[in-house]
DNA sequence: ATTTTAAATGAACAGTTGTTCAATAATTAG
DNA sequence: CTAATTATTGAACAACTGTTCATTTAAAAT
């Protein structure tokens, strides 16, 4: 049972994540003060600090809550279908459409991110492990039914799967603001790269 | 003909540059001071004013020297090959080649970045449009020969052909001391995975 | 209604850093 | 050798920001 005090708490909570997550976006990590942000979600900066540990942590706070979101989704849709040749179509697909989704706040990655803390930290984090566990398992059925060589070890090619997606996330985000593409539709295009590369015939 | 006057200015210029290297490399761009770059390269701060307009114009130097001197040994190197397929594992193990070699200081990348500075601008530097286009030029040559199937864009494959070896290289970057391979031997499996994808047979 | 407990505030603190510029030192010219 | 020019210095400036904590305000308990 959750108590009116403890819910009343989660909210405040929430409304600052909130007004984090969209000055983070709007202005990256370090141009986003804390006072900006305290400022949106109309508390003063100090109550921040009541419900996180600081800067850092309100971040992280923020990353893991959203990878764990993108991480059911995928697994729910994933679960649904049947063979595994769709099952990875499904996977890219949800990939890219949680990132077009939220991509002011992943703009982050490619604009700035701090020392220690960027994506080696978000790896390791309990969601980014489950995440590239979950990949690699799609990738080791899609080995069993002859669909990707076992030649390969399937960790392996579920970080240079994960990597591909990443990084046509990243330069699409780059590139925004001169094409006009839709992100979702580019799902195609990376499953016949990756599963049959660019040879000709 | 270069005076002497001129000469000793390109030296300081270097000695500069090469404490920024060193320190960039190290800290990031952020905890990289001004004061830390001068002390090192043993003038005061006020003097690296009087080269670099500020502390982003240094680092722009730095990158567009670094990426032209890339993009010049591997021209030299491609040049010297006949086939195109050996052409492009040339071009692979070069750029690879050159980050093993750069690596503190290509860490910048995975560690931090401010704002619109990032890959936007390198991208879009007079360096990085003439490494984009040489890429696209190879991989139209490689299309010529029938090594890559007609159907996609040069242009759009050198993106991802290249996205493919950054992301490669980050990947490697960030867990450099997890394992312990060597980044070059990458460059078949590269290649493999670029140009007959992963699957079976 | 009063006391006790908890939450929120925001001014003040402490530290940092890019950048400037008057003063100083070194170089060059006459 | 002296004067003029140029380069170098580094203390001082100004602006910013994460974080704290004494004080105020609100809520809960009695």
Request: charged share 25%; proline share 0%.
């Given at each position: 049972m959750i108590s009116r005090k403890e819910r009343d708490k989660q909210l405040r909570r929430s409304d600052i994540l909130k007004a984090a997550e969209h000055l983070f976006a709007l202005k990256g990590y370090h141009k986003a003060t804390i006072r900006d942000i305290a400022k949106e979600a109309q508390y003063a900066?100090?109550?921040v600090y009541l419900h996180f540990k600081d800067k850092n942590d309100l971040y992280f706070a923020l990353l893991e809550e959203k990878m764990k979101s993108m991480l059911?989704?995928?697994?729910?849709r994933v679960a649904q279908a049947n063979d595994v040749k769709k099952k990875l179509e499904i996977f890219v697909q949800e990939g890219l459409s949680f990132f077009e989704k939220?991509?002011?706040f992943f703009r982050i990655f490619i604009s700035e991110e701090d020392g220690y803390f960027s994506e080696r930290k978000i790896l390791k984090?309990?969601?980014?492990l489950q995440t590239q566990e979950y990949t690699a398992g799609l990738l080791r059925e899609?080995?069993?039914?002859g669909l990707i060589s076992k030649d390969f070890d399937a960790e392996q090619i579920a970080e240079v799967f994960t990597s591909i997606i990443k990084t046509i996330i990243l330069n699409w985000l780059q590139k925004k603001d001169v094409?006009?593409?839709?992100?979702?539709?580019?799902?195609?295009t990376i499953l016949r790269l990756f599963l049959k590369g660019v040879a000709d015939k």
């Open positions: 900066s100090g109550t059911f989704t995928t697994k729910e939220n991509q002011d984090s309990s969601t980014g899609a080995q069993k039914k094409r006009n593409n839709n992100l979702i539709d580019l799902s195609g």
